[in-house]
């Protein structure tokens, strides 16, 4: 609830002398006014709050309002990381799962992986649904857990990654839909399956788009080459169906007409 007060000066409606003045001053006040709100807002979307706003903290420097005097202000962003919460993931429990799958944690949570029944392992990928390890790691580690049927495995979340994808290594479970993600709160998210059959079936659509184009053109042709053939057809009838002019007698000033003759 930061809120800025600003003082105008009062100017009466019969005082046409100082009107002119008055208005350019609402002028430069309200472009204050739209600076000193952009401004709060930016700091409030980086989570940051002010909590000292008065006019010794507002400057003014070739017309541009600057806000200073951070000294009370807080940073919401360290306050909120600096909570640590443990989210809990079952891992199989009677099927080739993550329970849950896609999870949103903040910078600092631990992510506990409880294991409930059969062999699992957990290893961490580059694309959502990548069944091969990571080779884009600073460590180069990539193995959260190794294979086991029991206990759990524990992993930080320290914000270096917007997206962390993960998947089962042991035969197929990988394949059969074992893995998941977790995503940085705040942060964008990528949701696209590295699924290697998409190539082939972009290919697939490709090929299906070509056709159904190939035969729109086509069909655009023939349609074309009818009504072009039809317009030629019914101009040649016209022509062999008019008279002819074949004779003229001048002295009875009748001409001689032939219909079915064409000239």
Same mark, same amino acid.
């Given at each position: 609830?930061?809120?800025?007060?600003?003082?105008?000066?009062?100017?009466?409606?019969?005082?046409?002398?100082?009107?002119?003045?008055?208005?350019?001053?609402?002028?430069?006040?309200?472009?204050?006014?739209?600076?000193?709100?952009?401004?709060?807002?930016?700091?409030?979307?980086?989570?940051?709050?002010?909590?000292?706003?008065?006019?010794?903290? +507002?400057?003014?420097?070739?017309?541009?309002?600057?806000?200073?005097?951070?000294?009370?202000?807080?940073?919401?962003?360290?306050?909120?990381?600096?909570?640590?919460?443990?989210?809990?993931?079952?891992?199989?429990?009677?099927?080739?799962?993550?329970?849950?799958?896609?999870?949103?944690?903040?910078?600092?949570?631990?992510?506990?992986?409880?294991?409930?029944?059969?062999?699992?392992?957990?290893?961490?990928?580059?694309?959502?649904?990548?069944?091969?390890?990571?080779?884009?790691?600073?460590?180069?580690?990539? +193995?959260?857990?190794?294979?086991? !049927?029991?206990?759990?495995?524990?992993?930080?979340?320290?914000?270096?990654?917007?997206?962390?994808?993960?998947?089962?290594?042991?035969?197929?479970?990988?394949?059969?839909?074992?893995?998941?993600?977790?995503?940085?709160?705040? !942060?964008?998210?990528?949701?696209?399956?590295?699924?290697?059959?998409?190539?082939?079936?972009?290919?697939?659509?490709?090929?299906?788009?070509?056709?159904?184009?190939?035969?729109?053109?086509?069909?655009?042709?023939?349609?074309?080459?009818?009504? !072009?053939?039809?317009?030629?057809?019914?101009?040649?009838?016209?022509?062999?169906?008019?008279?002819?002019?074949?004779?003229?007698?001048?002295?009875?000033?009748?001409?001689?007409?032939?219909?079915?003759?064409?000239?």
């Amino acid at each position: 609830n930061e809120k800025v007060a600003v003082k105008e000066i009062y100017i009466p409606a019969d005082d046409d002398e100082n009107k002119l003045e008055w208005f350019l001053i609402r002028l430069v006040l309200l472009r204050f006014k739209v600076q000193m709100v952009e401004g709060i807002s930016y700091l409030h979307i980086k989570m940051i709050t002010h909590r000292d706003l008065h006019s010794n903290n +507002i400057l003014i420097h070739h017309g541009i309002i600057k806000i200073s005097g951070f000294g009370l202000s807080k940073d919401l962003n360290n306050k909120m990381s600096s909570k640590t919460v443990t989210v809990n993931v079952t891992v199989g429990g009677g099927a080739l799962t993550f329970n849950p799958q896609n999870i949103s944690v903040n910078k600092n949570d631990v992510i506990q992986f409880n294991w409930a029944s059969g062999n699992h392992s957990i290893i961490r990928s580059d694309a959502l649904a990548m069944c091969t390890p990571s080779t884009s790691l600073k460590g180069g580690n990539a +193995i959260i857990s190794e294979a086991k !049927t029991s206990g759990m495995a524990t992993f930080l979340v320290d914000g270096s990654d917007s997206n962390i994808w993960y998947y089962c290594g042991v035969g197929i479970h990988c394949r059969m839909g074992m893995w998941g993600m977790i995503t940085l709160k705040g !942060t964008g998210t990528n949701n696209n399956p590295a699924n290697p059959s998409s190539n082939d079936s972009s290919s697939s659509s490709q090929g299906i788009s070509g056709v159904i184009i190939g035969i729109i053109v086509g069909a655009g042709l023939i349609f074309i080459a009818i009504v !072009t053939g039809s317009f030629y057809f019914i101009k040649l009838k016209n022509r062999r169906d008019k008279p002819v002019l074949t004779s003229y007698n001048y002295a009875d000033d009748v001409p001689t007409v032939n219909a079915n003759t064409h000239a």
